[in-house]
Nanobody, 125 residues
Framework: VQLQASGGGLVQAGGSLRLSCQASGRTFSNTAVAWFRQAPGKERNYVAGFNRNGRGPYYADSVKDRFTMSRNNAKDTVYLEMNNLRPEDTAIYYC???????????????????WGQGTLVTVSS
């Protein structure tokens, strides 16, 4: 599976960005798919995801009500619409997927087998 993430950039606080992640090699069907982010010098943290049954999305508290994850199964693509961005949202954003992720470890980055290359989001104050 290859994942191609795109859509990052530089935006002012309060602005919006839309990230995309397209899968090739296999589809997102029957797999968990999630977005994570990693700020410089910090660990990789869960942002949002769908479980392997397609239920969700489930959000981290830090992005709830500001970010929206969606999917287009026909295009094997997931999206992350980010609104009201804050400087603390600055990070490299990664999409990830895996057949073996269950609901119980949906938010655990170590559970995912396949990762996109990441796309940088920078929010200026």
């Amino acid at each position: 599976v290859q994942l191609q993430a795109s859509g990052g950039g530089l935006v002012q606080a309060g602005g919006s960005l839309r990230l995309s992640c397209q899968a090739s090699g296999r589809t997102f069907s029957n797999t968990a798919v999630a977005w994570f982010r990693q700020a410089p010098g910090k660990e990789r943290n869960y942002v949002a995801g769908f479980n392997r049954n397609g239920r969700g999305p489930y959000y981290a508290d830090s992005v709830k009500d500001r970010f929206t994850m969606s999917r287009n199964n026909a295009k094997d693509t997931v999206y992350l619409e980010m609104n009201n961005l804050r400087p603390e949202d600055t990070a490299i954003y990664y999409c990830a997927t895996s057949l073996s992720v269950m609901q119980s470890n949906l938010a655990s980055h170590t559970a995912y087998a396949y990762w996109g290359q990441g796309t940088l989001v920078t929010v200026s104050s």
